[in-house]
């Protein structure tokens, strides 16, 4: 099968399992997705994926000019959107990492243990600084982690690297920061065990540089938001953003993905650059709600000074941010974490407490 024919069979199975109409009449993406998970659809897409992968692999090592390593890592990023549609339960996200999903996927996007630099992981032609490629392979493992089972297997495969790594390989690229934070946060949701670790592997620090990017910012970054919001839509035609479902951060179960398939639209238009800086504020809030311990160390100037970060994203996107900014400094310990100090209210400013009551509920 040609690339060019497993790309578009890929789409047209994304297509039956996106849940792009809110209506419940209207959308059975996730009625679909399991019947395509129970056909064997997640086992063919690994197979795909993983010629994909050596396919372009082998051209890369080959070095040869003009080689369609582009063709098939786009291949590889399809057929991974196309597995992460169809494992759409917590039996289908077991069945496919026991067939070694989960652990293709990491050692696609990871350089070989002990590989440095040198060994050219840092090539724009290697799959992780391939933008779809990257912003797929990360939805699909942020689903697979939505199983508690599978948290622990991921973050020993270097899952937590990936994250760090992703969002550094991309500056200013969204749709694959919103991706790779989403995938922090389900590794980290209910998993206190993986916190410190997250720490330790530069994943906040990734955190702090995406919200940083929201006031221009980011390091490394010289690309206009128009230009950067032009990239990410170029990216959004496989469907992965068709549907704006809330996000698998705070105190939701990842896992229940029949609650993402229905779920109804955001408040706020679909932009790839708010949903990485909810997914941001999200992972640092899960980093330390169930680990107290690692407030100092989030805290600190070397983990790029969250707390003004974080405030300044609740306030510039309240619709996006305005609650897991404010969970995210309730739980770092931070004071006046719902921005209520200082505002107007209908009490002659002396405060109802309503802002902070709402997100104590949550």
């Not at 099968?1 to 890929?10: F, G, Q």
């Not at 790779?180 to 065990?193: E, I, K, S, W």
Request: aromatic share 2%; charged share 25%; glycine share 10%.
């Amino acid at each position: 099968v040609s690339p060019a024919a497993i790309r578009s069979l890929s789409a047209a199975l994304c297509s039956l399992a996106t849940a792009d109409d809110p209506r419940p009449a209207a959308s059975r993406a996730f009625q679909n997705g399991r019947t395509l998970g129970s056909e064997g659809v997640p086992a063919a897409c690994l197979v795909a994926f993983r010629r994909a992968i050596a396919e372009a692999e082998r051209e890369v090592e080959g070095e040869r000019e003009g080689s369609p390593s582009e063709s098939w890592m786009d291949t590889a990023a399809a057929a991974a959107m196309a597995a992460r549609r169809s494992v759409v339960n917590d039996e289908l996200c077991r069945e496919f990492a026991d067939a070694g999903g989960a652990a293709a996927v990491l050692r696609a996007l990871l350089p070989p243990a002990g590989a440095g630099e040198a060994s050219g992981s840092s090539s724009p032609a290697r799959p992780l600084h391939h933008a779809r490629l990257a912003r797929s392979c990360c939805s699909l493992l942020r689903q697979l982690a939505g199983s508690d089972a599978l948290k622990a297997p991921i973050v020993d495969g270097g899952g937590l690297n990936l994250v760090a790594r992703a969002v550094a390989a991309h500056p200013g690229r969204h749709s694959v920061a919103e991706q790779a934070l989403g995938l922090l946060v389900a590794l980290t949701l209910r998993n206190p065990d993986a916190c410190a670790a997250a720490v330790e592997s530069g994943c906040v620090r990734a955190a702090a540089d995406v919200l940083r990017s929201g006031a221009g910012v980011l390091s490394g970054s010289s690309s206009s938001s128009k230009e950067e919001q032009t990239d990410d839509d170029d990216d959004d035609d496989d469907g992965e953003n068709a549907a704006p479902a809330s996000s698998s951060s705070d105190d939701s179960d990842p896992s229940s993905s029949s609650a993402a398939a229905t779920a109804a639209p955001a408040p706020f238009t679909r932009n790839p650059h708010q949903w990485a800086q909810r997914q941001a504020c999200a992972a640092i809030r899960n980093v330390v709600s169930r680990s107290l311990e690692l407030r100092p160390a989030v805290l600190s100037p070397g983990q790029g000074g969250v707390e003004p970060l974080l405030r300044a994203a609740r306030d510039r996107y309240p619709e996006a941010c305005g609650d897991v900014g404010a969970a995210a400094l309730r739980d770092l310990g931070c004071d006046d974490y719902a921005g209520t100090k200082g505002k107007k209210t209908d009490d002659g400013g002396k405060g109802t407490g309503k802002g902070e009551s709402s997100i104590e509920r949550a």
